[in-house]
């Protein structure tokens, strides 16, 4: 006992050591990610874009945040990230993770017939008109998953979640998803840079709707980059340039079935996927 009592400074002076670097953007020791390691493997994403009445964004990002992250957490999915597109002032988007295909009917028959989604969901459907434009993904290989990132600290995280976070969505002609995926991927090394963390590599998953309460777009198949970028600056001097060569050369090889999309959203201020100066490129991928 004496000995645990003797340890618990030098406990206490670390945590506060690490909220101290963190308050003021500074590296701090990976270990953070130690409380997500259970949190992984998710196979199955939904990359979901609403849009909601005019003037109500910022409300329905207040019920959000508050009420729905951890209800998903609870049951088994991933509340990955959630954000506001720049540019297109009703738009908020987010991304949903399962275990498995088989995991999606149930965790969404739990939430959406359960007890936290009957309270809010007169006032919060009434701000969103349009919840339908829905990707059903997975991961391009094991190694290019959505990395589960520590939930936004209230203490030391006191401004939300920071950085902006960038996806790239091609459309690709259907059966030369494998040609194109491994012409995307070296056009991908090149995003590779300081300030950039690159988030996952997701391809559409082409299954039949388990869960038809919920739609799925049926348009595929479709090819999404996600990276977590560090500010601005970053993103308009260094970033944006290689995004838009890249777009270029990737339009260019005829295995689309038109334009690349670039979204540039903010995150909310409990988004888990933003900019954490602490994460290492070997856990964001």
Same mark, same amino acid.
């Given at each position: 006992?004496k000995r645990?009592?003797?340890l *618990? @400074?030098?406990?206490a002076? *670390?945590?506060?050591?690490?909220a101290?670097h963190?308050?003021?953007g500074?590296?701090?020791?990976?270990t953070?990610?130690?409380?997500?390691?259970?949190?992984?493997?998710?196979q199955?994403?939904?990359?979901?874009?609403?849009?909601?009445?005019?003037?109500?964004r910022?409300h329905?990002? !207040?019920y959000?945040d508050?009420?729905f992250p951890?209800?998903?957490?609870?049951l088994?999915?991933?509340v990955f990230?959630?954000?506001?597109?720049?540019?297109?002032?009703?738009h908020?988007? =987010?991304l949903?993770?399962?275990k498995?295909i088989?995991? $999606? @009917?149930?965790?969404?028959?739990?939430f959406?017939?359960?007890?936290? =989604?009957r309270e809010?969901?007169? !006032?919060v459907?009434?701000?969103?008109?349009?919840?339908?434009?829905?990707?059903?993904?997975r991961? *391009?290989?094991?190694?290019?998953?959505i990395?589960v990132?520590?939930a936004?600290d209230?203490?030391?995280?006191?401004q939300?979640a920071?950085?902006?976070?960038v996806?790239?969505?091609?459309?690709? !002609?259907?059966?030369?998803e494998d040609?194109?995926a491994?012409?995307a991927?070296?056009?991908?090394?090149?995003?590779r840079?300081?300030?950039?963390?690159?988030?996952?590599v997701l391809?559409? *998953?082409d299954?039949?709707n388990?869960?038809?309460?919920?739609p799925?777009?049926?348009?595929?198949?479709?090819?999404?980059?996600l990276?977590?970028?560090?500010?601005?600056?970053?993103l308009d001097?260094?970033?944006a340039p $290689?995004?838009?060569?890249?777009?270029?050369?990737?339009?260019g090889?005829?295995?689309?079935?038109g334009?690349?999309?670039?979204?540039?959203?903010? @995150?909310t201020?409990?988004?888990?996927l933003?900019?954490?100066p602490?994460v290492r490129d070997?856990?964001? $991928?």
């Amino acid at each position: 006992m004496k000995r645990v009592k003797r340890l *618990l @400074p030098g406990i206490a002076s *670390l945590v506060a050591c690490t909220a101290m670097h963190a308050a003021h953007g500074q590296p701090v020791d990976a270990t953070a990610m130690q409380s997500v390691q259970h949190l992984h493997d998710f196979q199955v994403v939904e990359f979901r874009r609403y849009t909601t009445s005019a003037g109500e964004r910022a409300h329905f990002v !207040k019920y959000f945040d508050t009420y729905f992250p951890e209800a998903f957490e609870q049951l088994g999915a991933m509340v990955f990230g959630q954000f506001t597109e720049r540019g297109n002032p009703d738009h908020f988007t =987010w991304l949903r993770g399962f275990k498995d295909i088989h995991a $999606r @009917p149930v965790v969404n028959a739990a939430f959406y017939y359960g007890p936290l =989604w009957r309270e809010h969901r007169l !006032k919060v459907n009434a701000i969103l008109p349009d919840s339908d434009n829905v990707m059903l993904l997975r991961p *391009l290989q094991a190694e290019s998953a959505i990395t589960v990132l520590p939930a936004v600290d209230p203490v030391i995280e006191e401004q939300g979640a920071q950085g902006i976070v960038v996806a790239q969505i091609f459309a690709v !002609k259907k059966g030369h998803e494998d040609t194109f995926a491994k012409q995307a991927q070296a056009a991908f090394a090149d995003y590779r840079i300081d300030g950039v963390h690159p988030a996952g590599v997701l391809v559409t *998953l082409d299954v039949p709707n388990n869960f038809p309460q919920l739609p799925i777009r049926s348009d595929g198949p479709f090819l999404v980059w996600l990276g977590v970028v560090r500010d601005n600056t970053t993103l308009d001097r260094q970033l944006a340039p $290689r995004l838009t060569s890249a777009e270029h050369a990737l339009a260019g090889t005829g295995l689309l079935r038109g334009a690349p999309e670039r979204i540039v959203m903010d @995150p909310t201020p409990r988004s888990r996927l933003r900019w954490l100066p602490d994460v290492r490129d070997e856990a964001t $991928r």
